[in-house]
């Protein structure tokens, strides 16, 4: 009964942060040169690295965090940041890679990691919000019921490179710029109750502290 809860927490907290639908274009630009056959590796490839990279910082989050001693509460602030970054970006339209990555990415004949999988999905934000969640475990059942959350993240992420084609010649460039203005806004109001959350919490403790 558990799996369900803890499985849709981390997809639903992670899907609007990853943004697979928003990813759509700058895969299609960067494997423009390619056959279908290669785009569908690319795609299936990008999809993996992703979980891995997700997976690796959902297990090992807590003992980052206990070896550089940060807090939860100073994660949140962070990565709420991180997040509201992004989704001003995406609000204002600003490309997710700057002119140099994507220009560098152009020639590279693989993609599927980096500027795909990093920083362009499992970026700063998806990385602060699998650390986040891994702090709440207490039983490695909880890590593997929020591991297939993140495999679900892949999936989507797949399905949408390999199918992303047609929904771009139906919205068009100003149908996916909107789409991903909606997503931006929701993502800012995310990144904004983690800073919110995690500054109150803050608060909180140092008023505590003084009050001893």
């Known amino acids: ?30 494997t423009a040169r390619e056959t279908s056959s290669e785009r569908h590796q690319q795609a299936k490839q990008t999809a993996t690295n992703v979980v891995l990279v997700l997976a690796v910082f959902l297990v090992a ?8 001693g940060i807090s939860l509460n100073v994660l949140r602030v962070a990565g ?23 220009d560098e990415a152009i020639d590279k004949e693989d993609i599927s990691f980096t500027p795909m999988a990093v920083p362009l999905v499992s970026g700063p ?19 593997l019921e929020s591991l ?30 909107a789409l991903n203005r909606v997503f931006g806004f929701f993502i800012l109001a995310i990144g904004v109750r983690f800073i919110s959350d995690g500054s109150i919490s803050l608060l909180k403790d140092a008023f505590h502290i003084q009050v001893k």
């Not at 989050?61 to 550089?68: A, D, K, N, P, S």
């Not at 934000?125 to 890590?143: E, K, P, R």
């Not at 495999?151 to 710029?177: D, F, T």
């Open 61 to 68: 989050g807590r003992w980052i965090l206990e070896f550089f």
């Open 125 to 143: 934000g998806a990385i602060g919000v699998v650390t986040s969640l891994s702090i709440s475990f207490n039983h490695w059942v909880d890590y």
């Open 80 to 102: 709420g940041l991180l997040v509201a970054h992004t989704a001003w970006e995406m609000v204002t339209a600003h490309q997710r890679l700057t002119p140099s990555e994507n």
């Open 148 to 177: 297939v959350g993140i495999v679900l993240i892949g999936i989507s992420l797949y399905l949408c490179l390999v199918l992303g084609e047609p929904l771009i010649k139906r919205l068009g460039k100003n149908g996916i710029g």
């Open 1 to 30: 009964m558990s799996l369900i809860p803890n499985t849709l927490a981390t997809f639903i907290a992670l899907f609007p942060i990853a943004n697979p639908i928003g990813a759509i274009p700058v895969f299609y630009s960067l």
